[in-house]
């Protein structure tokens, strides 16, 4: 017991030794250094002197005689080690994985705010891809439009301007118009990503700054990723789904509406076969669009260490680290009291209650003698 006692102690110590590690990395901030290294000290010395005190107490009464004040004072001293405990494993947590998880916190709220750009930067790939289908129904309305007018090639009811053409001339204002305005988006768009790509700089530059504690790079990571967040909205703002509606609105009538507006057959029929498709496209970009402008940007912000620590999915293996670390030792010492006060126990029950194969020969009585039991009949007895 006195070696399996001595392991324990060791063990111990080294998680008071962990918790002032973690006590000095919490106050060593700016000019704090030797305040920290007092703290460290005190917190280090005082944690292990409990715990060995506590070690050697409880070994102490579980070695005492059975009694219920006994158990109600071995219940007492497990429920504070199960307090002590726990409070020494968040001192284990903030000392072996805070700084890991608050880095990842960091650099994960920027990796959701990139995906969130990532996604934004995609849909306008999208409307540079619309922009072609744009130009391609301007290329048609113009030409039918000519070719109208000139022969009536789309009505096949004579050149001139007519309910056709006046129809081809409304697709192609409504397309060109369009056209100008996603021109005129790359002038806008230019200069947000200017600035978001200086803001990714400048959170690099942060996170590879030795002087700066965490801290220091939570407060100036919580600003710029603020200012992130702000410029973000602006692209999302600008996303034109607006344009892309309007034209969808002029190109998705059907046969029956274009018949409706005294549109010959033939001309409804071609005109709905041509530019219907790209009404459909149009319509699922707006769509599309819609949703980006709604898309949630992240923001850093300023969590304590005990949200980063309770909230990170990175959390669980250090957790059960720190468990182990903690716990273990008071685990071990539970499983040589309960021994102990079993053992004690065995000692204090009366003879009775002990088991007939544990009862000594010496107190079983030897049997009388024959001759004692049935004396000799041809004695005779003189007086």
């Known amino acids: 017991m006195n070696s399996i006692k001595f392991l324990l102690k060791a063990v111990l110590i080294f998680s008071a030794f962990i918790n002032g590690i973690n006590v ?21 010395l005082l944690w292990g002197t409990i715990s060995i005190v506590l070690v050697d107490f409880i070994t102490k009464v579980s070695e005492q005689p059975s009694s219920s004040h006994r158990t109600l004072i071995l219940g007492l001293l497990f429920g504070f080690v199960a307090i002590f405990g726990t409070v020494d494993m968040g001192f284990n947590m903030g000392a072996i994985a805070r700084s890991e998880l608050e880095k990842n916190h960091i650099e994960n709220t920027i990796d959701d705010q990139k995906k969130v750009i990532s996604n934004i930067e995609d849909l306008y790939g999208y409307i540079d891809s619309q922009t072609t289908n744009v130009k391609s129904v301007i290329d048609t309305a113009k030409e039918w439009k000519s070719c109208e007018e000139t022969t009536g090639c789309v009505s096949l009811d004579g050149g001139g301007v007519g309910r056709t053409s006046i129809q081809l001339k409304g697709i192609l204002a409504t397309s060109e118009q369009a056209n100008q305005k996603l021109l005129a988006l790359d002038n806008d768009i230019a ?27 939570l407060e100036k990571s919580a600003e710029l990723s603020d200012t992130l967040g702000k410029e973000i ?72 260490r005990l949200e980063i ?11 059960a680290v720190s468990f182990i670390l903690a716990f273990s030792s008071w685990l071990i010492l539970l499983i040589f009291a309960i021994n102990n006060s079993f053992k004690h126990h065995a ?33 005779t007895t003189t007086h």
Do not use: C
């Open 191 to 217: 200069p947000i990503r200017n600035n978001i790509k200086r803001i990714y700089r400048k959170i690099d530059n942060v996170h590879k700054t030795a002087d700066l504690d965490f801290d220091q790079k």
């Open 347 to 379: 000692k204090d029950l009366p003879p009775s209650s002990i088991p007939s194969g544990q009862i000594s020969a010496q107190a079983t009585p030897e049997p009388e003698s024959v001759a004692t039991l049935f004396p000799n009949p041809t004695t």
């Open 233 to 304: 909205e602006k692209l999302q703002n600008l996303l034109p789904s607006y344009v892309f509606e309007v034209l969808a609105g002029a190109l998705s009538s059907t046969i029956g509406q274009y018949r409706a507006q005294d549109l010959p057959d033939r001309a409804a029929t071609r005109i709905f076969n041509q530019f219907s498709p790209y009404g459909q496209s149009f319509q699922s970009m707006a769509e599309s669009l819609d949703h980006g402008k709604i898309l949630y940007v992240p923001r850093i912000g300023n969590p304590s």
């Open 24 to 44: 000095y990395d919490v106050l060593s901030t700016g000019e704090n250094t030797l305040a920290a290294v007092v703290g460290a000290i005190i917190v280090a």
């Open 309 to 319: 620590l309770m909230s990170s999915t990175d959390a669980l293996e250090w957790w």
